[in-house]
């Protein structure tokens, strides 16, 4: 199973990034799939999750400014980021759940001010 995610970059604060993420190697429908975000420093934390019927959950910090959405299909979730702050900087992780967890690289987002 791998996990493979992009759309990370350098963006200005206010500005927007979409991250992607493919599944491949398997042929099953994860039950969960989330974004997390490690910071500099800081363990990593779940930033949004999305079950396979479509139930979405997001850290208080970024309701309103992300969203989260997933292709049971296509086994992609993504993660449209809006109104990006610095604080939204760090190290993006896909996860994926099916009994066992499964992580792909992470894709770096860094927001200057």
């Known amino acids: 199973v791998q996990l493979q995610a992009s759309g990370g970059g350098l963006v200005e604060a206010g500005g927007s990034l979409r991250l992607s993420c493919a599944a491949s190697?398997?042929?099953?429908?994860?039950?969960?799939m989330a974004w997390y975000r490690q910071a500099p420093g800081k363990q990593r934390q779940l930033v949004a999750l999305m079950t396979h019927s479509g139930i979405a959950t997001y850290t208080d910090s970024v309701k309103g400014r992300f969203t989260i959405s997933r292709d049971n299909a296509e086994n992609t979730v993504h993660l449209q980021m809006n109104s990006l702050k610095p604080e939204d900087t760090g190290v993006y992780y896909c996860y994926g759940d099916q009994g066992l967890v499964y992580w792909g690289k992470g894709t770096q987002v860094t927001v200057s001010s």
């Open positions: 190697g398997f042929n099953f429908v994860f039950d969960r």
